[in-house]
């Protein structure tokens, strides 16, 4: 289930190679792969969904993001992943969660208000109250 969290960026849980055809014909342009491989038996591995990407012309990033937690470059790669982009980008992970949580984080860092983006993933479904600190110091320094 896609969870748009405006009208240039979405989230999902875990997606599968033949979802990219279906995800590209509704306007994607990108995606961004946020699961490390092997986190999960029968998880579609890296390089499956970069191929499956492409050859649905699709653009392609993974930032794996795992028990470590995200960090600042995870911020800034997943702003030049969506900087890139010419159009809306779909992340995902096994949730949705960390690709909203690394989203949320890179946009405040970017010097988006953290209320809105807090509303946002609400919108979504998504309570990252809890990173409001965070969003808060990353704004303050953009």
Known sequence: M?????????????????????????????????????????QPDDATMRAAAAAAGLGYTAIPVGREGISMPMLDAMATALGAAD??????CRSGTRSCNLWALAAAKAGRDPVLLVGQAADAGYDIAGLRPTLDALASEA
């Open 2 to 42: 896609i969870r748009p969290l405006n009208d240039r960026f979405a989230v999902a849980p875990q997606i599968a190679p033949e979802d990219l055809p279906a995800i590209a014909a509704a306007g994607y342009v990108a995606i961004v792969n946020n699961r490390p491989d092997g986190e999960e038996p029968g």
């Open 87 to 92: 159009g809306p980008v779909l992340a995902y």
